[in-house]
């Protein structure tokens, strides 16, 4: 680790460790991603033949290029050592169901996010206190650590599937996910988190950035489970380490409205035979694209605003 041979409040290390990060993404891509499966094309998703034939699983280059980052020049310990082994591993059961013939069922996927939530949880506990911190009130609640554990899986494994669903538009759930990860590593500076994770942050959003480069519209390549569900559970783990989890309601808006009203809509409509929404199509960025007539660039550009702003609302409450 190149930490261990220099300072790593070094700003000369940080920089060599966030461009290594971003021109290994960019190198990488260019020269694996034929190797990548293909896309069939989404048969339910809006223009979704549009993506026929397009290198998918493009999360397996950028996350093991960030994991390889990370080993090379964050301060890692134990505990950032284990995410970053849970980080791989859920992107690998994405990447392994983006290749798959036959795309792996509902229930298997999120029982699999349901395990690595459950080990997320009980890694958190073991290394940090159940206290959570309302930053906004300036106040701290010390949780009982089993009903922390049981809100921590909820947390990881909505932020897996919502995330998830997010990703259906060029450029969206990355961008998203981008503004959410820089907010988080804002507000850990602004709150005084001494916390060797906030660096690995940087290197992630490094290496979506990387990603962006080739997806950005019209994409060249996609993600697959294996990008959206690798953020998805860092999102979690970087809101968990700011120690104000609720947080997450803020930085992460867009992404919740956006794949949670779908999860919602469905999971009551499956289990309780209830209808809601029934005007309203699933995930958001397929309604305004069909209802509304915005186009993909429309989209990601308006979301990212709408993000910006409650970002910027968060950083303010947190700040006074």
Not at 47 to 57: E, F, M, N, Y
Not at 102 to 111: D, I, M, N, V
Request: aromatic share 10%; charged share 10%.
């Amino acid at each position: 680790m190149i930490h261990l041979i220099g300072n790593f409040e070094n700003a000369l290390i940080a920089f060599i460790g966030i461009i290594f990060a971003f021109a290994g993404t960019c190198i990488t891509i260019e020269k694996l991603n034929r190797f990548l499966p293909k896309d069939l094309g989404r048969q339910y998703a809006h223009d979704g033949s549009l993506s026929a034939g397009k290198p998918r699983g493009a999360g397996i280059i950028f996350v093991l290029v960030f994991a390889a980052a990370a080993l090379l020049f964050a301060n890692i310990n134990t505990e950032i050592v284990i995410y970053l082994i849970l980080i791989v591993l859920e992107m690998l059961t994405g990447f392994f169901d983006d290749a798959a013939e036959k795309p792996w069922g509902e229930y298997l996927k999120g029982f699999l996010d349901l395990a690595v939530a459950v080990v997320v949880a009980l890694v958190y506990l073991h290394f940090n206190s159940s206290e959570i911190v309302f930053a906004i009130f300036g106040k701290a609640v010390a949780v009982p650590p089993v009903l922390f554990g049981i809100l921590t899986v909820i947390l990881v494994w909505a932020s897996i599937n919502v995330t998830n669903c997010s990703d259906g538009v060029d450029g969206l759930s990355g961008t998203l996910t981008m503004i959410t990860l820089m907010t988080v590593f804002v507000l850990d500076n602004l709150l005084g988190v001494e916390d060797n994770f906030n660096y690995c942050i940087l290197l992630f959003v490094v290496c979506l950035l990387g990603y962006l480069w080739y997806n950005a519209t019209p994409s060249k390549l996609l993600m697959g489970d294996a990008g959206s569900r690798a953020m998805g559970i860092f999102i979690a783990i970087a809101v968990l380490k700011l120690h104000s989890p609720v947080l997450y309601l803020l930085v992460a808006a867009v992404l919740i409205v956006d794949g949670g009203l779908g999860l919602i809509k469905v999971s009551l409509l499956r289990f309780l035979k209830i209808h809601i929404l029934k005007n309203v199509t699933t995930p958001i960025h397929d309604h305004v694209r069909k209802k509304l007539g915005w186009s993909n660039a429309q989209v990601v550009f308006r979301f990212a605003i709408i993000q910006i702003v409650v970002s910027l609302a968060a950083v303010y409450l947190v700040m006074i």
